[in-house]
């Protein structure tokens, strides 16, 4: 059974940072393309970052360039989302994915 369960979501300030882990199992995860998407209140789902197993690659949405990095340690099945200087506006529910798994999504809130 595919599980991807995020945590590390909270309450952060203006400039601030978090760090997202999503732990992943059921699915050879080494050998997986792996993404964050988040959604706003009455937003639509959006892409933020990619990890391309094979190649190493990371990618990120143009509004995430420069804040965000996304890792991941295949020894423990885990992927990572470290985002700093965050803003209001990356007030959202972030999800893990795979292909089409989802984790439920971890809350994370930028306020003041």
């Known amino acids: 059974q595919v599980q991807l369960v995020e945590s590390g979501g909270g309450l952060a300030q203006p400039g601030g940072s978090l760090r997202l882990s999503c732990v992943a199992s059921?699915?050879?995860?080494?050998?997986?393309?792996m993404n964050w998407y988040r959604q706003g209140t009455g937003k639509e789902r959006e892409w933020v970052a990619g990890s391309n197993w094979l190649s190493g690659a990371t990618t990120y949405a143009d509004s995430m360039k420069g804040r965000f990095t996304i890792s991941r340690d295949n020894s423990k099945n885990t992927l990572y989302l470290q985002m700093n200087n965050l803003n209001p506006e990356d007030t959202a529910v972030y999800y893990c994915?795979?292909?089409?798994?989802w984790g439920r999504g971890t809350q994370v809130t930028v306020s003041s």
């Open positions: 059921g699915f050879s995860f080494s050998r997986s393309y």
């Open positions: 994915n795979s292909a089409h798994y």
